[in-house]
């Protein structure tokens, strides 16, 4: 069973390899852009400075066959199924990530603060964040 | 440019039509439970009750051509670009439910609370809950 995922969109960033990635958003991932597809366009059109979003990536350089780990890489960590850890490498590597909108323009390109995925990562989904 | 998403479980839910489902979780949604496949197992091992989780699944019965919409399929709400919502209908149709488990059965079976989606839909990745 299974589904098709049409990317939406690709994230352009400073961050080109692997090695410049921190290992978490706080620890100092810089300013990003989500460049959207012309197709895909109409749906940002309410998109703002200010907007906090939850952005699902598909982070592309990952391992699919991931089924433990070490959390965060660290292996004086024990080994954990990869479900209770945030790793990239995993059945379905969909990157979750919560941004803030720091400014659009041609409602095509949308700058957001923080983001610790690299240039050319395909964007899947864009959600307003909620408070639960 | 896409991706192929391999399905690790399904829902198990007594919400068995559309018009069973709440708008929101906190609207009253019923335990349900994951049921995940073997082959994916090992990446549920330690997961546990009272884990607070991020789930990820495949809203198999929403249109995909969805651009525009009604926030909450509300008319009387103005129609907005559908990344500004959390309508079901979008592109890449991915609900993104927190939840918290009940109890884990068999290393396959865990249950959930409050939980809003259709009896047999597919879930796409589990995650632990961070603090941002």
Redesign the interface.
């Known amino acids: 069973?299974?589904?098709?995922?049409?990317?939406?969109g690709?994230v352009q960033s400073s961050l080109k390899s692997l090695d410049d990635c921190p290992r978490q958003?706080?620890e100092g991932a810089p300013e990003a852009t989500l460049e959207i597809e012309p197709e895909?366009q109409?749906?940002?059109?309410?998109?703002q400075a200010g907007?906090k979003l939850?952005l699902?990536t598909?982070l592309?350089m990952a391992d699919r066959e991931v089924?433990?780990t070490h959390p965060r890489n660290d292996t004086s960590l024990p080994v954990?199924?990869?479900?209770?850890?945030?790793s990239p490498g995993?059945?379905?590597p969909?990157g979750?990530h919560?941004v803030t909108v720091v400014s659009v323009e041609d409602n095509a390109h949308i700058k957001v603060s923080g983001l610790e995925v690299l240039d050319g990562t395909?964007i899947?989904?864009?959600?307003?964040v909620?408070k639960?």
């Not at 069973?1 to 939406?8: N, T």
């Not at 109409?42 to 998109?47: E, F, P």
């Open positions: 069973m299974q589904a098709i995922i049409h990317f939406i690709q958003a706080n895909y109409q749906g940002i059109a309410d998109i907007d939850v699902l598909w592309h089924l433990t954990t199924g990869v479900f209770s850890t945030r995993r059945p379905n969909i979750l919560t395909p899947v989904d864009i959600k307003p909620w639960d």
